[in-house]
């Protein structure tokens, strides 16, 4: 069964400092690899894809087969950066299994 | 509007109570989902209809009856429910289930449930 794993429930930094948070996922086929966020009060909503291979927001993610993992990253974190991110499987179902989720803080 | 819309925003509902969750979506697509996030837990899928039929249901309660009358509109009918099914019910579309590549999916702002 696959399964996508968060392992930081809440991840605090300073404006300016990177930024990572960190996806692993376990899945026996070829996997397809989503970031969503969720601003405080707005809907959840796709931040990136990693069959794009794009940048959004100066987020980037890149898929680490060797190591299962689909880090989330950005150099100099914002303010408006403060939100829920959830890093997503899709799967043989065509289905997508969220990880727990990370609350990301940045502090002025 | 455009995109996914839900109604309730907000819903507070004794456990003796009925009522029902709307979702509607504007984006043309032929799959609906209904999601439950909980407090302390991953997103967890419900129901999933595509075409307006249900291809999915994970172990759900029957106290939680989806109903897709087309493929725009998704209702979740609540009936007795208990204080651990409140949660936040996110709904979601996408273009076609079983398109043979990846399929984004959308999401609703969700309803936030409170069960007295």
């Known amino acids: 069964a696959q399964r996508v794993t968060q392992p930081e429930k809440l991840l605090s930094v300073f404006k300016g400092a990177p930024v990572e948070l960190k996806c692993n996922y376990s899945y026996s086929g070829s996997p397809e690899l989503f970031w969503y966020v969720q601003y405080s009060r707005q809907r959840l909503q796709l931040l990136l894809r990693h069959i794009s291979r794009e940048s959004i927001k100066g987020f980037t993610a890149d898929l680490n087969k060797g190591e299962t993992s689909f880090h989330l990253k950005k150099p100099f974190a914002q303010e408006e950066d403060s939100a829920m991110y959830y890093c997503?499987?899709?799967?043989?179902?065509?289905?997508?299994?969220f990880g727990g989720g990370t609350r990301l803080m940045v502090k002025p | 509007e455009t995109g996914v819309t839900q109604t309730p925003r907000h819903l507070v509902m004794g456990m003796t109570n009925k009522k029902s969750l709307k979702c509607e979506q504007h984006?043309?697509?032929?799959?609906m989902y209904w999601y439950k996030q909980s407090a302390k837990k991953p997103l967890e899928l419900m129901f999933v209809y595509s075409l307006e039929e249900r291809v999915e249901n994970n172990s759900v309660p029957s106290r939680f009856s989806p109903e897709c009358p087309n493929s725009s509109h998704l209702f979740l009918h609540l009936h007795t429910l208990q204080p651990e099914d409140s949660a936040l019910y996110l709904c979601?579309?996408?273009?076609?289930?079983?398109?043979?590549?990846?399929?984004?999916?959308?999401f609703g702002p969700g309803t936030r449930l409170t069960v007295l």
């Open positions: 979601a579309s996408s273009q076609d289930r079983l398109a043979g590549v990846t399929d984004t999916q959308y």
């Open positions: 984006l043309g697509h032929n799959a």
């Open positions: 997503a499987l899709f799967n043989a179902g065509n289905m997508l299994t």
